[in-house]
């Protein structure tokens, strides 16, 4: 079944077409890797998804329900890792995640269990009682990301998670995406290509508001000619942005 | 319930700032103590009435209030700078639910306002009565009328500029065109007018009136403030909404 599809899906701001005509689907339990150059419409693909943002033509279904006359339960199904870290400063690190699940329709034992389990899995236990605004940027954004995953969606965007993370955290998080794959649909966004490699069943590369290519990392790489996935990466959207 | 979640995480976030002490509570009561105590050196019958203790406590729980739209605004404006905002309006959370959240938390603390004031103002001579449980009252209206700027402005502008316009632009205004500091009648001409057209004045006359238990005396005033309340508690949801439109 398909989790994600998009028909013609245009945003235009004032002077600029972020997103031309994108047509793109994703598999139902699908980790799909969106990548391309900075300014290539990622994020406003994600924010037009996620409900954030109205296309202004073309329509797009998560789950099957429509983007434009469904948000209300497409909302209820999904949920957004932001490009930005997006946690409440004073709250500490349980009570944000608490927050989120209540937000979504959790009681309070339900919300409560739900945020030990992702302080488990995320090695938070030391934090836990933290007010977010004195952790580190990294601490931050991994707890932005557990506040994604504490819903347990079915469809899950991920816009550039392991931005700011060093090495070992990022290694962490990857480790943590692969359990994930299967259980959710998960669409995610970076610039780290060895990332999107390991990681991600199919990758699609945007360039100028729409999808230039699209297939495994292999078959990019064939395509492309070569063996290296940067390789392939660079002459797929070079020959796109010009 | 969603609301509620929402409100009390809002709750925590504005109380746990030391910004709200400082200014909600500390700088109104230093205010006030530093005010009667001019007063009480002043011989009786040559200091200005509005420093007596019966007129200035109402006065100060006014001033004490315009600085909800600094809290409120300050709120906003940094959840949307941090992108808090964009992860809640991709949660199930509807515009409505959003702007109660913002709102409510606000009404308990403008109470604890003015309660905490008026406390004050007994050890400082002013003779307790029930009537300052109506003053206390007196003052929602205005108290709305704060929120309400202050969620139009943090909508809109940025967290530096909510400091400055809320801060200190906004409660200065207020400070000035209320009747609090000096007499607006004295002054006359355009500066009473505007301060006639301005709810400020008007909510403090009422909550000296219902003070001072001349009930009579509220409503012709209450209702300048109320319909400030009514007007720009709608123009804020509209502003917030347009706002909410256009991400
Ligand atoms: N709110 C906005 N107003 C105007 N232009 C925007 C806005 N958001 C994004 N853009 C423009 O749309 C294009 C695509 O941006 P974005 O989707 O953020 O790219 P990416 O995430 O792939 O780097 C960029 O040129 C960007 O400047
Ligand atoms: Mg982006």
């Known amino acids: 079944m398909e989790a994600i599809k998009t028909e013609k899906l245009v945003k235009k701001y004032k002077d600029k077409t972020a997103v031309k005509g994108l047509e793109l689907t994703v598999y139902q339990g699908e980790l799909y890797g969106l990548l391309g150059v900075n300014g290539a419409g990622k994020s406003t693909t994600i924010k037009m998804l996620s409900c954030l943002t109205q296309p202004t033509s073309g329509e797009a279904w998560v789950m099957g329900r429509s983007i434009k006359n469904e948000a209300e339960q497409v909302k209820a199904i999904m949920n957004v890792s932001p490009q930005e870290t997006a946690v409440a400063a004073k709250l500490s690190v349980r009570e944000n995640l608490e927050f989120i699940a209540r937000i979504y329709g959790c009681n309070k034992k339900e919300s409560k269990e739900k945020a030990r389990k992702m302080i488990e899995d995320f090695s938070m236990e030391e934090i836990a009682k933290c007010r977010a605004a004195t952790l580190s940027g990294g601490w931050q954004r991994r707890l932005s990301i557990a506040m994604a995953l504490i819903t347990q969606p079915d469809v899950l965007f991920l816009d550039e998670p392991t931005l700011g993370l060093d090495v070992l955290a990022r290694r962490e998080l990857w480790k943590y995406i692969e359990e994930l794959k299967g259980k959710m649909t998960i669409i995610l966004t970076t610039h780290y290509l060895e990332e999107a490699e390991s990681l991600c069943d199919r990758i699609g590369i945007m360039a100028r508001g729409a999808l230039c290519a699209e297939g495994t990392a292999e078959e990019l790489k064939t395509k492309a000619n070569t063996n290296d996935f940067e390789e392939a990466f660079i002459t797929i959207a070079g020959e796109n942005t010009k | ?247």
């Not at chain 2, 006359?188 to 403090?204: M, Q, R, Y």
Request: aromatic share 12%; charged share 10%.
């Open chain 2, 1 to 247: 319930m969603r609301t509620i979640t929402f409100a009390s995480r809002n709750t925590k976030e504005i109380t746990r700032d030391i910004l709200t002490l400082i200014f909600g509570i500390a700088f109104p009561l230093i205010l006030l103590l530093l005010l009667s105590a001019i007063n009480k050196a002043i011989p009786r019958g040559y200091g200005p009435t509005n420093f007596q203790i019966q007129y200035l406590a109402p006065g100060i729980t006014v001033f004490g209030l315009s600085f909800l739209s600094l809290f409120s605004s300050m709120l906003i404006a940094k959840d949307r700078t941090t992108g808090f905002v964009l992860r809640l309006f991709t949660s199930p959370l509807r515009p409505s639910e959003f702007i109660l959240g913002y709102t409510m938390p606000m009404i308990p603390i403008a109470l604890t306002q003015s309660t905490v004031c008026y406390l004050c103002a007994l050890f400082l001579g002013l003779p307790f009565s029930a009537n300052l449980l109506a003053a206390v009252a007196v003052n929602i209206p205005i108290a709305i009328v704060f929120i309400a700027l202050g969620l139009m402005f943090g909508s809109v502008l940025s967290e530096k500029a909510v400091g400055g316009i809320c801060g200190a632009l906004l409660t200065n205004l207020s400070a000035w065109f209320s009747n609090i500091w000096f007499d607006t009648s004295m002054v006359g001409g355009a500066f009473e007018t505007v301060s006639n057209i301005l709810p400020f004045s008007h909510a403090v006359k009422a909550a000296q009136a219902a003070a001072a238990g001349d009930f009579g005396a509220i409503f012709p005033e209450l209702w300048w403030v109320v319909a400030y309340a009514v007007v720009l508690t709608a123009a804020a949801v509209a502003v917030f909404a347009v706002k909410l439109k256009k991400n």
